[in-house]
């Protein structure tokens, strides 16, 4: 099984200049990708909005997301979107909401058919992930599916996530024992087992594409200092986790300059690093200070379900009844200070239409921060957090 060797470096962001395309600045033997708004025909030939990496499988395309906690890709399966998996009520965040069957597509990235697919071995897709399982994810079929990566083609055996609603769209695996890592590395495709990501934005003020690079990290993204960290091999409160920081502070930061203190030197709170999460998660006793900050009532999602769907619901309000003017500062393992604007904390509220369509809808605001506690009420900094930090580069074994 290939380890990570015990690093993971964070560059942090100027947010200045121009992002350069992955492709340039690279090194040798890498496979790059963008990372960005998303849309495709699904396998059924309807329209798919997402965000995401454009991967092929078997003739069609899919979106996928990077995941740092999955030794296996895992694809969305057709069946997936069937009528009996429509309703997300089993979802604490999703309770009396029902998708459409075109919003489910957009939502799950498109899917694939597990009948064009040679069928394989599901016991050792769960071996390989042990904590798949653990938050109520569910795994009934494995497959040998052809990757399409931009001019790259590689074979892997794959997941098959066919029902419930704890994955939004398909996993992408560059966890220390990723198979798709391995396959691309013997295969002579890239030249080390490592990669680097560029989260980009998914500000709807200022959006930003960026970009996987398999192999290898784009010099173009790589701005400011540089900090490393260990990679732990223990679970995070039961998740699997490798890249883990430990959060020494943490305030809101008002436009008139107030401050509030939400995790300080006395209450440091270790969290994962998950690019697959877009928001950030919190445990309960944290998400309360959240939530009593925007003194105003909160909006559940079946409230404004009826105009659109929210993929992943934050903490959400009427614009006219709360605001969060202010940023987010984080203090990493007492050195390193990443601040999250304004326009990346607070956002208007965006979805799905019933058509599965993205569209914004001006008269709510969300916080991006999950309105629920976090699985296992471990904290997790995902594409929002990751947004100002321009690249992850975890070391890895280069042979």
């Not at 590395?185 to 200022?206: T, Y």
Request: charged fraction near 20%; include cysteine; aromatic fraction near 6%.
């Amino acid at each position: 099984m290939v380890a990570f060797d015990g690093t993971l470096g964070l560059f942090v962001s100027l947010l200045a200049g121009t992002v350069l395309a992955a492709q340039e600045c690279l090194s040798p033997r890498t496979v790059a990708l963008n990372l960005g708004p998303c849309r495709v025909l699904a396998v059924d030939k309807s329209d798919v909005s997402s965000f995401g990496i454009i991967v092929g499988v078997e003739g069609t395309e899919i979106c996928v997301s990077p995941s740092t906690t999955v030794n296996s890709t895992f694809l969305t399966e057709i069946s997936v979107c069937a009528d009996n998996q429509l309703d997300m009520s089993s979802e604490p965040s999703q309770k009396n909401v029902t998708m459409t069957a075109q919003q489910c597509r957009s939502r799950r990235g498109g899917f694939v058919d597990k009948s064009a697919l040679a069928t394989a071995d599901v016991q050792t897709v769960k071996d390989l992930n042990p904590g798949w399982g653990i938050f109520g994810n569910k795994l009934t079929a494995a497959a040998s599916a052809t990757l399409q990566l931009l001019d790259e083609r590689i074979t892997v055996v794959v997941g098959l996530i066919t029902e419930g609603q704890k994955s939004t769209q398909s996993h992408l695996a560059l966890s220390s024992g990723s198979t798709l890592l391995r396959g691309l590395k013997e295969s002579g495709l890239i030249g080390a087992l490592s990669w680097g990501l560029n989260s980009g934005s998914q500000s709807v003020l200022f959006p930003r594409v960026g970009s996987l690079v398999l192999g290898g990290f784009d010099k173009g993204s790589l701005a400011g200092p540089f900090f490393d960290y260990p990679v732990s091999r223990l679970p995070l409160e039961g998740r699997y986790c490798p890249l883990q920081v430990v959060i020494t502070g943490l305030s809101v930061r008002t436009r008139n300059s107030s401050e509030t203190e939400i995790v300080g030197k006395a209450n440091k709170l270790l969290a994962c690093v998950e690019p697959y999460d877009n928001l950030f998660r919190m445990p309960k006793n944290y998400l309360t200070q959240f939530q009593a900050l925007l003194k105003g009532p909160l909006v559940e999602p079946s409230s404004y379900s009826d105009r659109l769907l929210n993929l992943e619901p934050g903490i959400v309000y009427r614009k006219d009844a709360a605001d969060f003017n202010a940023t987010l500062r984080f203090t990493i393992n007492y050195n390193q200070t990443v601040e999250v604007p304004f326009h990346e904390v607070q956002r208007s509220l965006r979805g799905l239409d019933k058509n599965g369509a993205v569209i914004v809808d001006p008269d709510y605001n969300e916080l991006q921060i999950y309105g629920t506690p976090a699985e296992g009420d471990a904290a997790v900094l995902g594409k929002a957090f990751l947004s100002q930090v321009r690249s992850i580069l975890p070391n890895t074994l280069a042979i």
